[in-house]
């Protein structure tokens, strides 16, 4: 689309473009005269509201960026989901990427979205350390860590508790006679897969239950192919995923193998995303409150920047055991 | 994030602003002295390159908007993600907004994504006309209409065949004995509805066979309600869904009552989102290639801004009958 220019306002204004330039950012004072010229030119031309004049003027852009894994993944869509509606209520707008957890396009995409002056971001990374986005807080970039937080920075971030999450698990498989328990977790750099492993072999430290424990990814193909390839499945009670989408891949792979889920093994998941409701079986999981998630960090992100904090808060958001039909009951 | 200003170039570089304006923007001649001074300046703060002293220079913000109705939705994320991965090897970032199908909030997404000074717009809208993003259009902005077009538009687009989509389902279904069709359609006020629609209603217009049509909404919820109160539903042979969310909801609804799917009754979607390969029983649809749409789409976008077009082309892809098991089937 034609822009109209600085240069159009100057001429249909009859003075200078540094004149136009001094009455948009306020650098200088220009007589009432010429400021009158300027705005009516402005007016007419439609160049105003422009948010490269604001930018220009306040520094700020009303834009907040977002790097996550996956937008494919329903997790973080309604994560994403609950930002947009509480930033736009707001009067900010968000563009994001997807990194697929590769450090190198974590750090691209980085650069990319600073190129465009946000004006602060929201995070959920790999990894437990990053060095370029320290860098970037401690020079007064605000963030908010979404899900994932890294080591050696305090700033805010919004994080479920994954240990209650993985105990509220293991309450529910155990109250229900189940004693043996395979752990099929996400990638192996993540914190959320960190918290989780720890949360479960703290619980398994008593020697009571026989336990595995096995890094994966955090997709259907990682969870299938997993179960595909295990022999001797059957010697656990029950599987715990890393996550729902891990879940529907191993309990795929089961039926293909003629197991059926929950007479023979039970299965959960962690997330809760629409589908696990409607899975057959139905999934027993641990919802997370992916939309207020994305809505509380954009909260926290829009008071950083209100208020020039380097930090607000962490908040940590309690997971629900959600029990369905993937798990087996011995009481009622 | 503190961001070096204008001023601060101008009061290192020992030069007025609009001096440093002039150097940045290219709008007057600057002596070479000068030009030297403020680009030391320039380098030394940071200051570049800046997009938002590249969007003063050239016009381009490297921005593309797309204004969608629900991100949650998984059709949409993986068009989005093909758009994403497209435009982020061409050097553009994606702005982004959902509508939930409603005028007012595409009209208002339309005001906030200009503000933002996008290069070019992606757009998946309701209804079936747009006066203001019309008035937009004629005024240069450039714009793809993706999944759905709207009338009076001269525009570039990326659809999928609908009328083939639906005509591929019947024949599997009329071609494995079934006589009777019920259609649960989606929002009335959508193109792809509307298409599909008419597509049904003439392959109908032989009168050999029993039908009957209804517009619900593309969701889940709407196509559960819509088969809890749809009584003497197995008077049909079928029923085909405006899309795999409504099957879902259907399936769920017909189970509760009962009715085994497809034994008694076949039950077809419409996009093949991932999740439809694993539901129980696994579905009957037709595939839109949707990480492609969103790849061509911007394709056709980033011409038009590139050799400053109008309209470039529409491209119409072909989908693909994907036969699952809530279908029955009277011939191997």
Known sequence: MKKVSIKDVAKLSGVSISTVSRVLTGSAPVSKELTEKVIKAVQELGYSPSSIARSLRNGATKTIGFILPDITNPFFAHIVRGAEDYLRKHGYTLIFGSS????????????????????????????????????????????????????GVNSSYVIVDNKKGINLLLDHLIENGHESFLFVNGDKNTFSAKQRHVAFMERMKSGKYKHEHYFTGFSYRAGYNFASQFDDILEFDAILCGNDLIAFGVIDALEEKGIHVPEQISVTGFDDIPFSKHYKPALTTVRQPMYEMGQKASELLLLMIKEQLSTAEGIILDPELVVRESTRRTKI
């Open 100 to 151: 697929d957890q590769d450090k190198n396009e974590e750090n691209h995409l980085l650069d990319v979205l600073l190129s465009k002056h946000i004006d602060g971001l929201l995070f959920t990374g790999s990894g437990d350390s990053n060095p370029k986005l320290l860098r970037k807080i401690e020079q007064g970039l605000k963030v908010v860590f979404l899900d994932r937080i890294i080591r």
